[in-house]
């Protein structure tokens, strides 16, 4: 409040303001004492009032008295100062009024509620109790000649009891209000690293501390050799910090030169357990929802408050489901996007590169480059896979030391290797130098040859998958000319782009010829084997026989005409809703395919719900996938779309999931309700421990997120079982039934119907 402001309660001319604290007690944090403000004209009473409360306790706290001797010095000291538990004042002063006056510009001009007005009078009757108490927002009300009767230690108890219930009530209040905010700002962290660092300024935030602190987490020791019991030693490493702490951010948490703070660090990781002392606080996040045992260490320079611990829990709460997502998506990232042999990013992880930069307007100037390894085969059945392993591992060393970061190396296939960066460093002049000099392995050389290709990513390929498959037809077209040769794709050789003309030709037009249809494959419960809905897959059949939906639907999806083939899709759908409805399969959910191109137009989910409409159907039962690429892909629209689908009721499924380039902060903000497992992971349960992770993963992932999850290409009952055991929710192949059409699958459901 400024000073105009404070003097509007009074027109008395100013007085020097006085404070009035007793000897023995110093200014201190109003958290350790209760600050009482007098506010009387009468000095006698006022040197009375300090003596009576000198060495006085209430609540486990001294009292610190602040004495105003008029209004005008009341208003002045709490335009400076408002942080008082309880506010003694006197009804006449200057006037006859002058304590009503301060009450209604505490309550009103300084909107403060929370500190409790005690209001004294030495002339009985001159102000009725009964109205004053009714028409002020005052704590009590009493004769001055009645305090050594009722104790000011009582009236002051009462007083501050109320005030610490107002401040503990607003404290929670504003506290899970920050907390909520927080919980939506860490939601957007990518990684441990802002993760962390984020943890540590929003529980500064909600104790109004400096961020002044440490996050650790356990690691297994790379040194220490594991246990009798079997058990590993685990070592804590500093992943953030902040304040004079940050230049030990990497460093083992021995390192820390603070034995006080290490020890204490140390104790919370030890025991699993926060500790709270009179001037820091150690968080600890256990590793059941952290996936890792995290302590956070802040200095707060004063002793917590209940309120503030029970605060400090829900947000630990919300920090460990943080990092223990970010956990997940990390190990699924490795799991998916690694290769296991090797190391290094894998094919996946090349497709999600090169639709990186060429999303983001960085694929210019920069290159694909494939590398394959010639007469690989041969050496492997000459000198063994143990030995062409190692090999391998060499290869990849020599690779990395030609084509250093930024450029991306990875495995593609087994003998060959996908490079990504910009043409400066990675073309074919740099890749002829790989194999200049042999190989050293094993005290022995072994001069190598290897072919190689090299494309723009800047072509007009559509995406990835493509680029990547012209890539390869350029490569094939240098080892048709021997080992050791390279080539620069040339749109000549191109013979795709000739094969997506015809059929974009033969596509126009195919609606209305009749030539697409649908076919419905089941999806079932695998706790019960129950069909709970149907995907609805798109099939062409022009007169010239059936083309394959992996060569026409791309075309589509690159042009136009997906916009009325998508339509004609949601149009069939609804149709084979109503007739499964007529047949008793009312909570039966159809979904179809959307493609990035269709979720880029504005009017899309607008005209999806006009069909399902005019069908009479609710979109409740109409559900839509998109792949995880086309989602990123197309990241605004499928944010608006879908979640506008949701809105009525319906259902979105992430489709091909793990096989794309989503982050977490993508999956926190696009709107599902189930994620799909693709079929490349299902196919490899059971033989290949990779792919079982990844699908558990992603299992694990979709019961954190709380969303459904579906396993794609199921064939065999080893994998169902696999599934069922590991958590999945639904599953769809070949297994539970083929794609068919309509009348067939209403076929299926009455045999369900009849038990058959």
Not at 182 to 206: Q, V, Y
Not at 344 to 356: F, M, Q
Not at 384 to 405: E, H, K
């Amino acid at each position: 409040m400024s000073r105009e402001t404070a003097t509007q309660l009074d027109e008395a001319p100013d007085e020097d303001l006085v404070f009035a604290p007793e000897d023995d007690i110093p200014a201190r944090d109003s958290r350790e004492v209760w600050r009482v403000l007098a506010v009387d004209d009468d000095k006698g009473f006022q040197d009375t009032t300090a003596l009576s409360l000198r060495h006085t306790r209430i609540l486990g706290r001294p009292i610190q008295l602040v004495q105003a001797y008029s209004l005008a010095e009341a208003a002045r000291c709490l335009a400076q100062d408002r942080d008082f538990a309880v506010i003694l004042a006197d009804v006449v002063m200057e006037t006859e009024d002058a304590g009503l006056r301060l009450v209604k510009g505490v309550r009103e001009t300084l909107g403060l509620f929370e500190p409790r007005i005690v209001l004294l009078t030495g002339q009985p009757g001159f102000a009725p109790v009964s109205r004053i108490m009714e028409e002020y927002d005052l704590n009590d009300y009493c004769l001055k000649s009645d305090l050594a009767r009722r104790g000011l230690k009582q009236v002051l108890t009462g007083a501050i009891r109320g005030y610490k219930q107002l401040r503990d009530l607003a404290t929670a209040r504003k506290g899970l209000q920050l907390i909520i905010e927080s919980s939506s700002r860490l939601a957007a962290a990518r990684s441990i690293d802002d993760l962390a660092r984020g943890a540590l300024i929003e529980i500064s935030r909600l104790l109004r501390v400096a961020p002044e602190g440490i996050v650790c987490v356990e690691v297994p020791s790379a040194s220490t050799v594991m246990a009798s019991d079997c058990s590993v030693a685990a070592e804590a490493i500093v992943v953030r910090a902040e304040g004079r702490f940050e230049t030990f951010v990497g460093a083992p948490l021995q390192a820390l030169p603070d034995s006080r703070v290490r020890g204490l660090i140390e104790q919370a990781l030890s025991g699993r357990i926060a500790i709270e002392i009179s001037d820091a606080q150690v968080v600890f996040l256990p590793r059941e929802e952290a996936h890792a045992d995290y302590a956070i260490f802040l200095e707060t320079g004063r002793t917590l408050e209940p309120a503030e611990l029970e605060l400090l829990n829900v947000f630990a709460t919300n920090v460990s489901r943080g990092f223990g997502n970010v956990a997940l998506i990390s190990r699924l990232d490795r799991l998916a996007f690694e290769d296991s042999l090797l190391g290094i990013p894998n094919k996946t992880a090349l497709r999600r590169e090169i639709e990186r930069l060429r999303l983001t307007g960085n694929g210019r100037g920069s290159n694909l480059l494939l590398f394959d390894v010639d007469n690989y085969s041969g050496l492997s059945d000459a000198l063994g896979p143990d030995f062409t392993d190692r090999l391998l591992r060499m290869i990849t060393a020599r690779l990395q030391s030609f084509f250093p970061a930024p450029a991306l190396v990875t495995r593609v296939n087994e003998d060959i290797f996908g490079i990504v960066g910009h043409d400066a460093q990675v073309n074919l002049a740099r890749a002829g130098e790989v194999f200049a000099t042999p190989i050293e392995l094993e005290d022995s050389s072994y001069p190598l040859t290897a072919c190689y290709a090299e494309i723009p990513l800047d072509t007009e390929h559509p995406d990835a998958p493509s680029l990547k498959r012209a890539a390869w037809r350029t490569l094939q077209q240098a080892k048709r000319r021997g080992g050791g040769q390279g080539e620069r794709w040339n749109p000549t050789i191109e013979l795709e782009s000739g094969l997506r003309y015809r059929l974009h030709s033969q596509l126009l037009g195919a609606v209305d010829r009749g030539e697409l249809h649908l076919v419905y494959q089941p999806q079932v419960e695998l706790a019960s084997g129950r069909i709970v809905g149907a995907e609805a897959l798109l099939r062409w059949s022009p007169p010239s026989g059936p083309v394959p939906p992996d060569q026409f639907i791309p075309v589509a999806e690159n042009s136009a005409l997906i916009h009325s083939i998508g339509r004609f899709v949601v149009e069939q759908a609804c149709t084979a809703i109503r007739r499964l409805d007529a047949d008793g399969a009312r909570a039966l959910v159809i979904s179809v395919n959307v493609s990035g191109r269709q979720l880029d137009r504005d009017s899309f989910i607008e005209e999806v719900h006009s069909v399902c409409a005019s069908h009479g159907i609710s979109p409740t039962r109409l559900g839509l996938e998109v792949t995880e690429t086309s989602a990123v892909t197309a990241f605004e629209g499928a944010v608006s779309g879908l979640g506008a689908h949701r809105r009525l009721g319906g259902k979105v499924a992430i489709d091909d999931f793990g096989t794309g380039m989503a982050s977490l902060k993508y999956l926190q903000t696009l709107p599902f309700d189930y994620l799909k497992i693709d079929r490349s992971f299902v196919s490899r349960l059971g033989d290949d421990e990779q792919g079982g992770q990844i699908a558990r993963m992603i299992i694990e992932l979709g019961r954190s997120l709380g969303v459904t999850v579906i396993a794609e290409g199921v064939e065999t009952e080893a994998q169902a079982g696999w599934l069922r055991r590991a958590g999945c929710h639904l599953a769809q192949g070949w297994l539970f039934g083929r794609p068919v059409v309509l009348e067939q699958f209403a076929e299926c459901l009455r045999n369900q119907g009849r038990g058959a």
